[in-house]
Structure formats: C-alpha cells, structure tokens
C-alpha cells in the first residue's frame, strides 16, 4: 500500500533543495559564527543571509529584527517571558486566547503561579477569538497579548489586523504564534501591526532544530537562556547553522511558491471536506472559510479518535487526532473543548493536513479509508448504546 501522509502540522519532511542548500554544515563545515577566522566568518556569513530570507518572508523592517532559537516552543516562551518579565514595571497582567498552543499557554500559567494575572479570552464555536472579551481585558497593566494566526488543530485564521488594533489602541505589545501559518498565508508584520513572531523551520520544510521570533524595532524582551549573548544576547547559545541556514533557505523557496501551493491544497482540501462530511455523523470543526488552506479537521459521533488514527494506519494513511505535542495524554484537546464540544465529542477528532506530496488522485483513497474505518469502529463503539452524537 502507497503512503498517503496526511499529518504535516505534525511534522514535514525536509525540501530536497533545502537539503542540498545546508547539508555542508552536517557534512564537513563546522565553523562557529562567533570566531573571528575565515571559518567563523563563513558560518556568520550563512547566519546573516539565513536571518534576511527570514525576514523578507514577513516583511519585517530589516534582519536585526529576526532571533534565532532553537524551536517555535522556545520563541514562545521567549516572546511571552521575555515581554512579561522585561515590562514588570509596567504591570502584572498577561492575555492569551484560550485556543493558543501549549508552549504560549504553559509559559503564561508559570507567569500566573508566580503573581501575574493571565486573562483567556474565549471563542466561538468555530474558533473565532470574542473581540469584545479582549477589549474588555486589556488594561495598562498588561505586559503581552498573545493570539495566533492561524490555529493548528482546527485550522481557524484570526483576523490578526483587526486584533493588532485594539491591542495598539490601548498601547500594549500583540505577540503572534504564526507556526501553523506561515508558508500557507501571507505574512506581513508591518501591515498586520505585530509587534513579535513566532516561526518555526520545520513547519516551512527546514529541518528541524530551528525556530525564530521576529521582535519589532524598539520592543525590549528580558532573555530566558543566558550565556555567550548570541542573537542580540536574546538567545545564548552556539547557533545551530545547519538548521538556520535551511530555515532561511525554506523562508526563500516558501516565498516564493506559497501562493500557488496553497491554491492547490485549497481546492484538495474542499473536495475531501465535501467528501467527509457525506459519511452520517460526521461534523467540520473549526471555521468553514476562515480555515488554513491544507487542513481538514472534523468529529465523527460515537468513535475516538485514537482508533481512528491507528486503523487509517493500516490503510497506510498517517493523520492525527489534535494537537501531536499533547497526544501523549488521553485528556481531550483544550481547543475543542473551547469550541464547546463535550469530552465524548472531542474524543472522536480527526485531522487531515495536506502537503506538497499529495496528489488530487489520493482523494478516492483516502475517504474510502475514512469511510470505512468509521462505519468498522462504530459498529465496536462502547458509546453506542449510550445514546451519544
Ligand atoms: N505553535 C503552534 C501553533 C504549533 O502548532 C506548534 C507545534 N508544531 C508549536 C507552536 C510548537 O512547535 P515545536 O514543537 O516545533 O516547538
């Protein structure tokens, strides 16, 4: 049976091109950008150039504005702790949606165990951040707001501009996680008002092993590892060259071919959503049209999704349930949850994310899959007789 991978918000495989652009820093160049003989300066060099593809991705104002890290996890933790604690003379409060990733969330609650107040604002059933509830929150106190771009489990986009407003209305620094997003949509720091980034190498077809916060000219963050004063002394640390040297060439390849792949996994994804939702029980979650071009989440009434996943795996067919950094505890995902759905309901989750290695004509394979794995594992649900949707 022919792989059909259908988990790329998990992880994605590194661009050939992207290979071939780093692999001499694995292979025999192991200069550190921070000595001063031509080795060094040729791992510097590669830095620098990494740091301007990066920015050009986003528009950001020059490539001083971009910090490598060593993760999108660590460039949340340094946008939210640094902010935070680099403002405490400010005030004590922190604002994040409830729907963020875990890495915006954990550090804010660290925050919270340690004095802070941290505000969640609510969604809607379709993910849509309540507008209202942030105006209503924000205040002179607080240090670092916090709300994605587009969310990773059920594919929702926030209208980012509209948010940027109201948190610069009242003077205060948005951070925006935009992990799941960029390469799928256009990023735009200085059109869409945001004040720090998050990105991450994988999630553009770099290697794994990197990540980068963009921080706005003038925006002033305490550093949460210390040491040598690598990156702006933001991030200490020996760089890690062959995963930003990818990185930044992922940046540049993603530029330049986002458009067009995003059509294309656009018109995939609405045919196998058409597709999925003919299967009885079957719901979308997340928003209809407001959704990431590549991804498919949807609920299937009295299955779980754990089932789900192992027996598309028979098919060959990897997807994933919800969040893959949290899959290792049973408890459902606090993004459906925050939909709204019932523990029951969150529990038969399903998430298909496409990318550049899937082909149109996958399609009839895959919902054959789905089809049958949900009519095989509702006739064994233990909730059927529960009377559950
Ligand atoms: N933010 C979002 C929206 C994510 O989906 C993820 C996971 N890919 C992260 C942050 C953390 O990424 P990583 O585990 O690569 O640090």
Redesign the pocket.
């Known amino acids: 049976m022919k792989k059909i991978y259908l988990d790329y918000?998990s992880s994605r495989p590194i661009d050939p091109r992207v290979l071939e652009f780093a692999k001499r820093f694995l292979e025999h160049d192991y200069g550190n950008p921070s000595s001063l003989h031509s080795v060094g300066l040729d791992a510097k060099h590669v830095l620098e150039d990494a740091r301007e593809k990066v920015a050009e991705l986003i528009n950001g104002e020059s490539e001083k504005t971009i910090i490598f890290t060593g993760?999108?996890?660590?460039a949340?933790n340094l946008a939210i702790k640094g902010a935070a604690l680099r403002n405490i003379g400010k005030g004590k409060e922190v604002v994040a949606s409830v729907i963020e990733?875990i890495?915006v969330l954990n550090p804010m609650k660290e925050l919270q165990k340690n004095g802070f107040t941290l505000n969640l604002i609510p969604v809607d059933s379709t993910g849509m951040v309540d507008l209202e509830n942030l105006e209503e929150v924000l205040t002179k106190n607080t240090t670092v707001t916090s709300i994605?771009y587009a969310n990773?489990e059920i594919g929702t986009i926030e209208p980012i501009k509209e948010i940027s407003k109201i948190v610069h209305d009242k003077g205060l620094y948005l951070h925006v996680?935009a992990?799941?997003a960029a390469g799928y949509l256009p990023v735009d720091v200085q059109a869409q008002g945001i004040d720090l980034l998050?990105l991450?190498s994988?999630?553009l077809y770099g290697p794994q092993g990197a990540?980068a916060l963009y921080v706005k000219p003038g925006v002033k963050l305490q550093p949460v590892l210390l040491g040598g004063g690598q990156e702006r002394g933001l991030r200490s640390g020996t760089e890690n060259i062959f995963a930003i040297a990818g990185m930044g060439e992922a940046a540049r390849i993603a530029k330049e071919e986002m458009a067009q792949e995003s059509e294309r996994l656009k018109g995939m994804r609405d045919k196998l959503i058409q597709e999925i939702l003919m299967i009885e029980g079957a719901y979308l979650t997340g928003h209809p049209t407001h959704r990431l071009p590549h991804h498919i989440s949807c609920r299937f009434s009295l299955i779980e999704g754990e089932s789900i996943l192992l027996n598309m795996d028979l098919y060959n067919i990897q997807v994933s349930t919800g969040s893959a950094?949290s899959s290792k505890t049973l408890e459902p995902s606090h993004v459906l949850l925050a939909i709204g759905l019932k523990h029951e309901e969150a529990h038969g989750s399903m998430v298909l994310t496409l990318g550049r290695s899937n082909k149109v004509e996958e399609i009839p394979t895959i919902v054959k899959a789905v089809g049958e794995t949900v009519e095989r594992l509702r006739k064994l649900s233990p909730l059927l007789n529960k009377g559950v949707v």
């Not at 993760?71 to 660590?74: D, I």
């Open positions: 918000v993760s999108a996890t660590e949340n990733h890495s994605m990773n996680d992990t799941a998050t991450s994988n999630d990540g950094c």
